[in-house]
């Protein structure tokens, strides 16, 4: 005996349980116990919701472009076969999938009473916004503390698996080819009572590739760095990715068991980077520990709980879920696989979702310790089962109300997203740099630095930070030392930089990856000649010098008023001359008594374009009539005079 839950007959009819409990009892239709309805009583009640929206929609058959023949059997409420039979007998053979043309479509309906007719693409948007609302609107009332995301960064060896593991409690480091993360993770950690989520990312993903695409996942970044090595240059770069992020620093000082820790050292270099430690007088937080020998790790996770209360993480769980894909691959056994954070909301399986431009319904979720789960809340990292295709990390995912909603948004962001990648990106350049600037008084040009030695990147950095003033600020968001590598291109694409070289060149790799991520990379071996470049940059950044230039004086020498026309001046050119669209100013006594536009400039009765020096002619002005005689007019035009940074 068929039977179906109360709750996916709802969803399939896309009302609420409410709404068709209602209904159900209006119809004097049967449930179990359980919620449920069975056998005779599901076959009527189905029979009675079609027949609703059939007089709801008239004999009106609305299809998007593509019609297939399960879609006219669906809309007509007729068997698939019978639909086949009638497009034999019109000569057309056609399976239960196969697409038929809108006017064969046509001639089907009719046979049966219905207009078909093609949906509206608005619908389509309706439905997109409908389904993204809910990300903008968060009420106070409803938002509730969310646990916090934590990204581990730092050097490699200084310990961000050794950290992890010992945070886990589990030995992870062994299980991973020379100590290296393979594999993005997400692991969660309780201490007193509350819940920290750990995202392990190799190089810095979390803050370049994911923010290049507009996902902020990570709330809180720790920093691991060995007492007995001090800062690396692994170490400045993820200090730079976090700023860039705007991401609050924990650092964690490592090693600190081993002979020849200092981590007096490293604050100091931590100063130096302008990281000054609450020891130091300054706000940033640091925690000296042992991951080996499991030292301070509580006094750490302490603090992550501390810096989250001070952020205040919140978010509403009573809405539908969005959140931001980790990662994903094609798994050759479960097909699409995507480790995704839900960053709002709550995600249950049988949820129909977008990701990017893959949609589907989930069909299974699995949390860090790899068990089955039914639903994901905020701050919850889970790998979900069910999507059509493989999303890219970064992807923003929504949960959407069903799965025809699922499946149009996904077309039509497939549908941008090949429109896009035949425009050319626009990525700011040294070239166009002008062009690209958006309004407003204050710009900024984000460079990224690298050079042969330490002593290059700080003069090239102080040089390039000198051409600085009110209205074009440079901003270093990185320098280092060594070959312009992938994670410089990635973090210059994810803030719109460009990368200056001096006396570096790019590494095998890179250069294809700022082509494709169209971030401009300018190399230089003498450094006034990179000064130059941002100085012809920056002038084209500046806004022009508007300056009045003078074409001519005029007397007026008779007054008439006209009527329909106002006042009129019967004027004599003194000098240079006077233009038709030329702006003027009305002199009386040597003090300026009007400025305004020219309404006519007439020779006789006629209109003309200029009038020069020696020569009569006659002058209205826009909106002011207030003239007398022996007023002298002065015109001139305005001008636009490109400025230069000296």
């Keep these: 005996m068929s039977t179906t839950s109360i709750k996916h007959i709802a969803e399939d009819y896309n009302m609420s349980e409410k709404e068709l ?25 189905v029979e009675m919701l079609n027949e609703e929206i059939r007089e709801a929609k008239g004999n009106v058959v609305e299809v998007d472009s593509k019609i297939t023949v399960q879609d006219l059997a669906t809309e007509m409420d007729k068997p698939a076969s019978e639909i086949i039979m009638k497009l034999m007998k019109m000569g057309t053979m056609a399976t239960i999938n196969q697409e038929v043309s809108f006017d064969i479509a046509s001639l089907i309906c009719s046979e049966y009473g219905f207009t078909l007719m093609k949906k509206d693409s608005s619908e389509i948007e309706e439905l997109e916004i409908e389904a993204l609302m809910d990300i903008e609107e968060d009420l106070e009332k409803d938002l509730k503390p969310r646990p916090p995301v934590v990204t581990v960064m730092g050097h490699v060896d200084h310990g961000k698996t050794s950290l992890l593991d010992a945070i886990r409690d589990t030995d992870v480091t062994s299980g991973e080819a020379g100590g290296i993360t393979q594999h993005i993770g997400a692991s969660e950690v309780k201490i007193n009572g509350q819940k920290i989520v750990f995202l392990d990312t190799p190089g810095h993903e979390a803050f370049t590739s994911m923010r290049a695409r507009g ?17 690396m240059p692994q170490t400045i770069e993820a200090i730079n990715h976090a700023k860039a992020a705007s991401v609050p620093l924990i650092v964690a000082i490592n090693k600190i068991d081993k002979p020849g820790a200092n981590p007096e050292r490293v604050k100091q270099e931590l100063s130096e980077q302008g990281l000054l430690v609450e020891d130091w007088g ?16 509580e006094t750490l ?56 431009v ?126 312009i590598t992938e994670s410089d291109v990635l973090l210059a694409s994810a803030s719109n930089a460009i990368i200056i070289g001096f006396n570096v060149r790019p590494v095998s790799g890179s250069e294809q990856l ?16 990179a000064i130059e470049d941002m100085k012809a940059a920056m002038s084209g950044m500046l806004d022009p010098d508007l300056v009045d230039e003078d074409t001519g004086k005029v007397e007026i020498r008779e007054i008439y008023k006209i009527s329909g026309v106002g006042t009129v001046a019967g004027c004599y050119v003194l000098s240079g001359k006077i233009i038709r669209n030329s702006k003027v100013r009305i002199v009386r006594d040597g003090i300026i008594i009007h400025e305004g536009e020219l309404a006519a400039l007439k020779r006789f009765k006629d209109d003309v374009k200029e009038v020069s020096h020696g020569y009569e002619c006659g002058l209205s002005f826009v909106n002011y009539n207030d ?20």
């Design 301 to 356: 996770l302490e603090m992550v709980l501390l810096v989250a209360e001070v952020e205040e993480l919140k978010a509403n769980p009573d809405k539908r879920a969005v959140g931001t894909v980790i990662e994903a691959e094609l798994d050759k056994g479960r097909g699409p696989v995507a480790t995704i954070l839900v960053q709002g909301g709550t995600l249950r399986v049988g949820d129909p979702i977008v990701a990017g």
């Design 358 to 483: 893959a949609s589907g319904k989930v069909r299974a979720m699995i949390n860090y310790k790899g068990k089955r789960v039914k639903q994901a809340g905020p701050s919850t990292a889970v790998e979900i089962l069910g999507l059509s295709e493989v999303p890219q990390g970064g992807d923003q995912f929504v949960s959407v109300p069903n799965d025809k909603a699922a499946r149009t948004i996904a077309e039509k962001r497939q549908a941008i997203q090949r429109e896009e990648m035949l425009k050319a990106s626009s990525k700011v350049s040294l070239d166009d740099l002008f062009a690209q600037m958006s309004e407003g008084k204050v710009k900024d040009l984000n460079i990224v630095i690298k050079a042969d030695v330490q002593g290059s990147v700080q003069a090239v950095k102080q040089s390039l930070e000198k051409l600085s003033n009110d209205e074009v600020a440079i901003n270093v968001i990185h320098g280092g030392v060594g070959a």
């Design 215 to 231: 996902a902020q996942v990570t709330d809180i970044a720790i920093l691991v760095v060995a007492a007995d090595d001090g800062i």
């Design 627 to 646: 003239i007398k005689v022996g007023d002298i007019v002065e015109a001139y035009i305005v001008k636009e005079v490109e400025r230069t940074i000296d």
């Design 282 to 297: 300054g706000d940033v937080i640091s925690v000296e520990l042992s991951a080996k020998k499991r030292i301070n790790i």
């Design 514 to 529: 700022a082509e494709k991520e169209s971030v401009d990379i300018r190399t230089y071996t003498i450094i006034y000649k």
């Design 21 to 45: 409990m209602s209904k159900i009892n209006d119809f004097g239709i049967e449930t179990t116990e359980n919620g449920h309805v069975e056998g005779e009583n599901l076959t009527l009640l």
